[in-house]
């Protein structure tokens, strides 16, 4: 068993926990975050990538308006690597009427959030697929923001303050003497190995999970209500900006442009548990409709993925249980000591992606308010490391691609990924799995969904993986080798120069496999008509074509070695760890 030390323990490492981190670094704490998967795997990982202007909410939630509206203006500076400035419209479709938006100027007026009137024809000429008989536009700051790309900017500034990272840990008890916090229990979920920390505060940060991690510290009754919200990918980009309809926030209402798709959503309904989220294909439907009221013709494009995520939604005692539309978007922070006699315990929920760094210091403040310390919050002042004079623009990759056309092979034609970057993305990762990679260069995410470079990036990583491992025992390669001569379509895997290649390519092809799993789980619910064909025709290429029904079965240490929750489990993230589980996987997929 591990024993660590530290001055505050944070728990989930969404935007939330992962800005708490920053801020707490930033002011001379020492802390340690505790995330049971990767990082951004939680709700943060499956957001509708819109950086609010805070339109959206100036006749429902002004509070939060306002807190958008300013923050945006902060996260676009000191994250400008992960933000695409798509500016953003607020449209009066033929169906809607014109009462919302006579409100709408001087709502925002008041909630301090900028937007101004233009012409249809302006807007037509800005996005001419959108709806010709429109009545009006609003012009407002959105900006469409990566979620990944802004946790990692977030923990490499808190690690250049000293913070740390553990990933894969699950918190399974918080302990408390004397009415204080005195340390944290958690499990290493690819090992099974326990640690403990000794810690003077907790903070948590558990998103759609706060409620059962605050019961670990015997605060029981937390409740934070998941609403459940799906969105669908589209296969073109068919706007540049982001498009609002103009109406009272309801289901369906904002497409966004995200790097080369745009995305629909979202709906919003009570779920019972954040780790299993059902999509219908009726809920499908009702986002293809949304869409097409906006633009007409939208469901002549392909509806490419679809996936959930769950709103951590502090109860409001105002509305029903289940009425998750109508809870405020506010964030909640609950002083435990206030609330139930535990020293040194903060649960935080609620809030936006866009409010991430301001719940982060208001949360710490609190904590400094508690601890009597005078330690001021800085994360406004200082950009994160990665951030760039201008904003990214969806250009960039294309811009890159050509320079390098000459020199360079593409693996991913969809989103312009190259074999360096690969390799590169590797150098820096080299635990990564393809999940991993997935996020950081979007291979997979386009049109294809990893049809074509799926096996394409099985074989580089393979190859890219054994070159780094030392060279006896090749024999052992060279009889694994043997054995997969006949998978035709990753020829590459059969060249194993190394000695445990042939662990390696267990691993590889394990997560060949789940890849294609994990994509072909975000389509079910999109086959009817034309699609079903095309994606029959996918699944076809992928499996039979190139072979991929025909690798290995996955060993169990394969299957840990991926690591990687979402990929075995989609949502549904089961509690006894990892290890536990993955026999009964392998029964499954047998
Ligand atoms: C459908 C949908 C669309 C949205 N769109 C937008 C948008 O466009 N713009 C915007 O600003 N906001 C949007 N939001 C809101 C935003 O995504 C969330 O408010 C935000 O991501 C929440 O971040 P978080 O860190 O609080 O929670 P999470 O990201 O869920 O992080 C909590 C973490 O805790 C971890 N965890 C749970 N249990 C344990 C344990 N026992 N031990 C250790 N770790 C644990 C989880 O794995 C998870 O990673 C959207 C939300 C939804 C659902």
């Known amino acids: 068993m591990t024993s660590l030390t530290t001055d505050v323990v944070v728990i989930g490492g969404g935007a939330t926990g992962t800005g708490v981190l920053r801020d707490l670094a930033m002011r001379g704490f020492s802390a340690l975050l505790l995330e049971r998967a990767d990082l951004a795997q939680g709700t943060t990982g499956r957001f509708h990538g819109l950086l609010h202007s805070g339109g959206r909410y100036v006749v429902s939630d002004p509070e939060s308006a306002t807190e958008c509206a300013q923050e945006n203006e902060i996260v676009?500076?000191?994250?400008?690597?992960?933000v695409e400035e798509t500016g953003g419209l607020f449209v009066v479709t033929p169906n809607d009427s014109e009462e919302y938006a006579d409100s709408f100027l001087a709502a925002a007026a008041a909630a301090r959030v900028p937007a101004r009137e233009i012409s249809v024809a302006e807007a037509l000429r800005r996005e001419p697929r959108l709806h010709p008989k429109m009545k009006r536009a609003f012009e407002v700051r959105d900006a469409v923001i990566d979620g990944w790309r802004m946790v990692w900017g977030t923990v490499a500034s808190a690690q250049e303050y000293g913070a740390r990272t553990l990933t894969y840990h699950r918190v399974?008890?918080?302990?408390?003497?004397?009415?204080?916090?005195?340390?944290?229990?958690?499990?290493?979920?690819?090992?099974?190995?326990?640690?403990?920390?000794?810690?003077?505060?907790?903070?948590?940060?558990g998103g759609p999970w706060a409620g059962k991690i605050a019961a670990l510290a015997?605060?029981?009754?937390?409740?934070?209500?998941?609403?459940?919200?799906?969105?669908?990918?589209?296969?073109?980009?068919?706007?540049?900006?982001?498009?609002?309809?103009?109406?009272?926030?309801?289901?369906?209402?904002?497409?966004?442009?995200?790097h080369t798709v745009c995305i629909i959503g979202t709906t919003d309904q009570h779920a019972s548990d954040p780790d299993f989220l059902e999509i219908s294909t009726s809920e499908v439907?009702?986002?293809?409709?949304?869409?097409?009221?906006?633009?007409?013709?939208?469901?002549?494009?392909?509806?490419?993925?679809?996936?959930?995520?769950?709103?951590?939604?502090?109860?409001?005692?105002?509305?029903?249980?289940?009425?998750?539309?109508?809870?405020?978007?506010?964030?909640?922070?609950i002083d435990h000591h206030k609330r139930d006699g535990i020293a040194g315990f903060f649960s935080i929920a609620g809030g936006k992606l866009t409010t991430y760094r301001l719940m982060a210091k208001?949360?710490?403040?609190?904590?400094?308010?508690?601890?009597?310390?005078?330690?001021?919050?800085?994360?406004?002042?200082?950009?994160?490391?990665?951030?760039t004079p201008r904003n990214h623009a969806i250009t960039d990759r294309l811009a890159h691609a050509e320079s390098v056309r000459q020199s360079e092979q593409l693996i991913c034609e969809c989103e312009l990924?190259?074999?360096?970057?690969?390799?590169?993305?590797?150098?820096?990762?080299?635990?990564?799995?393809?999940?991993?990679?997935?996020?950081?260069?979007?291979?997979?995410?386009?049109?294809?969904?990893?049809?074509?470079?799926?096996?394409?990036?099985?074989?580089?990583?393979?190859?890219?993986?054994?070159?780094?491992?030392?060279?006896?025992?090749?024999q052992a390669a060279r009889n694994h080798a043997r054995d997969i001569r006949d998978v035709?379509?990753?020829?590459?895997?059969?060249?194993?120069?190394?000695?445990s290649a042939t662990h390696q390519a267990d691993v590889t092809t394990t997560q060949l496999r789940l890849f294609a799993r994990n994509r072909?789980?975000?389509?079910?619910?999109?086959?009817?008509?034309?699609?079903?064909?095309?994606?029959?025709?996918?699944?076809?290429?992928?499996?039979?074509?190139?072979?991929?029904?025909?690798?290995?079965?996955?060993?169990?240490?394969?299957?840990?070695?991926?690591?990687?929750?979402?990929?075995?489990?989609?949502?549904?993230?089961?509690?006894?760890?990892?290890?536990?589980?993955?026999?009964?996987?392998?029964?499954?997929?047998?």
């Open 76 to 82: 676009r500076r000191i994250h400008s690597d992960a």
């Open 172 to 205: 399974t008890s918080i302990h408390t003497d004397q009415g204080n916090i005195s340390g944290v229990s958690a499990i290493d979920e690819k090992t099974g190995e326990k640690i403990t920390i000794s810690c003077r505060a907790v903070i948590n940060a």
């Open 488 to 499: 035709h379509s990753v020829q590459a895997l059969t060249r194993c120069p190394a000695p």
């Open 362 to 387: 208001n949360v710490v403040d609190a904590l400094c308010e508690q601890l009597g310390e005078n330690r001021p919050c800085r994360t406004a002042e200082e950009n994160t490391p990665g951030a």
């Open 520 to 590: 072909e789980s975000g389509i079910t619910p999109l086959l009817f008509n034309q699609q079903l064909r095309e994606a029959a025709l996918n699944r076809w290429v992928m499996h039979s074509t190139l072979g991929i029904e025909h690798l290995p079965q996955p060993s169990q240490e394969a299957i840990l070695a991926t690591g990687d929750l979402a990929l075995l489990y989609g949502t549904h993230t089961s509690a006894p760890s990892l290890a536990a589980n993955a026999n009964q996987w392998k029964e499954q997929h047998a």
């Open 218 to 258: 015997g605060a029981h009754g937390v409740d934070v209500v998941p609403g459940r919200g799906i969105m669908v990918a589209m296969n073109h980009r068919l706007v540049n900006t982001v498009i609002n309809r103009c109406v009272y926030p309801a289901d369906g209402d904002i497409l966004v442009p995200d």
């Open 285 to 333: 439907q009702q986002m293809l409709d949304a869409g097409e009221a906006m633009i007409p013709g939208f469901r002549q494009a392909r509806a490419i993925h679809v996936w959930a995520g769950a709103r951590p939604l502090v109860r409001d005692q105002r509305v029903s249980t289940s009425d998750t539309r109508h809870m405020s978007r506010g964030m909640s922070i």
């Open 417 to 474: 990924v190259t074999r360096s970057m690969i390799e590169q993305a590797l150098a820096d990762q080299p635990h990564a799995n393809f999940d991993d990679l997935r996020r950081q260069l979007r291979i997979g995410m386009g049109p294809c969904q990893g049809t074509f470079c799926a096996p394409r990036l099985a074989g580089i990583v393979h190859a890219w993986k054994t070159s780094q491992l030392p060279s006896h025992s090749v």
